[in-house]
């Protein structure tokens, strides 16, 4: 049974932030299935992204070394973490930017902990470490019940 749907975008005001969905898990789900897609994975733009390349550089003093075209391309890099009613059951800080993960009390995907799936409100966060043009995503959560 789907539990939690929700699409949006993240644009770069949104870089090096982190964006949180509630969602409510009913009672007797044994299963809990994420499914996160999100895209574009790179930055298509070359000018930018040659742009954002030596703009990173500059940030950071670092010498420039070759062309910026070198670094190509820019990948934009939102990942996901999990919590359950308040409690941290895990993250997926991963490079795919389609995913999906499975948390049950016998099994969870890498990253997260395996427990009873409890009633309640559980968060579930985009991690947004870089992104260089307008992103959207969408989560999917499905909850299998006893």
Known sequence: MLIFCTKGR???ANDKTNLMHKFDVPANIKTLKIKYHYSPKTLEDREKAVITVRNCFDK????LIGRPADYLPVKNLITLS????GTYRG???RQDDIQEHTISREYASPGFMKGK?????W???L???HVSCDVDYTIEIEGEAE
Do not use: W
């Open 10 to 12: 993240i644009t770069t």
């Open 60 to 63: 950071y003093d670092e010498n």
């Open 82 to 85: 999990l919590d359950s009613c």
């Open 91 to 93: 993250a997926a800080h």
């Open 117 to 121: 799936i409890t009633a309640g409100e």
């Open 123 to 125: 968060d579930i966060v």
């Open 127 to 129: 991690n947004v470490h």
